[in-house]
Structures are given as structure tokens and as C-alpha cells.
């Protein structure tokens, strides 16, 4: 059974930094598409992050370009997301995603569904002004 399990959200004040991980069971990472969405209080929820990971290339959301950074850990299974200079706007419950293999990639993203592909639980992130 695949499973993710988010960590490292939590509250921090506006420019602050967060490092949130993402733990991979059940599967190991090779050429899938993996993601970060997040989702604020009334808000719909927003793809973030989408990459290919084994050797393809990583695109992030205007909202989070140049302050957001995705990375992964193959030999541990793990995802990562460094989120710098937050903002009150980035509040939210921030969720890690993951499509095996890298047909259909964009597609599952752009759909956003939490009943396609695996998602984890989410963590919580709380920037405060």
C-alpha cells in the first residue's frame, strides 16, 4: 500500500522559512510525477509544484517562483519542499502528491484531485503577519 506522510509545516512569522518533508512508503521513487499542492482557509486548492522526478524537469506556480524550492531523496524515498520568505498568503494545509510513472503527469496535476493518484495527509503552515 502506498502511503505519504507530510511533516514540518507549522507557524512562523512573515518572512520565515519552513522546510516541509514528504515520506514515501509502498513505492519507490523512480520516474514518477510528484507534487505539492495546498489549499488555505475558502480557498480551492492550488497545484504548486509538479516534477518529474528521475531526471525530468521541476515547474512551480507563479505564487511560490523564486521563494519555493522542491527536492527529493531517491535513496531515502523522501520529498522535500524549502518555502522561504513566506508570506500570510501562503498559509494553508500543504499536501504532497505523487502519479507513478510520467504519462499523464500534467494532467493529474492540472486535475488536482485527491482521489487520483496517492496524497498524503497534509501538514499544516500558518504565516503570520
Known amino acids: 500500500q502506498v502511503q505519504l506522510v507530510e511533516s514540518g509545516g507549522g507557524s512562523v512569522q512573515a518572512g520565515g522559512a519552513l522546510r516541509l518533508s514528504c515520506k514515501v512508503s509502498?513505492?519507490?521513487?523512480?520516474?514518477?510525477?510528484v507534487a505539492w499542492f495546498r489549499q488555505g482557509s475558502g480557498n480551492e486548492r492550488e497545484g504548486i509544484v509538479i516534477?518529474?522526478?528521475?531526471?525530468?524537469?521541476?515547474a512551480y506556480a507563479r505564487t511560490v517562483q523564486g521563494r519555493f524550492t522542491a527536492s527529493q531523496d531517491n535513496a531515502n524515498n523522501m520529498l522535500f519542499l524549502e518555502m522561504n520568505s513566506l508570506k500570510p498568503e501562503d498559509s494553508g494545509t500543504y499536501y504532497c502528491?505523487?502519479?507513478?510513472?510520467?504519462?499523464?503527469?500534467?494532467?493529474?496535476?492540472?486535475?488536482?484531485?485527491?482521489?487520483?493518484?496517492?496524497w498524503g495527509q497534509g501538514t499544516q503552515v500558518t504565516v503570520s503577519s
Open positions: 502528491a505523487l502519479h507513478p510513472g510520467w504519462t499523464g503527469c500534467t494532467a493529474w496535476f492540472a486535475a488536482g484531485r485527491s482521489d487520483s493518484g496517492y
Open positions: 516534477s518529474l522526478a528521475g531526471g525530468g524537469s521541476t
Open positions: 509502498g513505492h519507490t521513487l523512480t520516474k514518477d510525477c
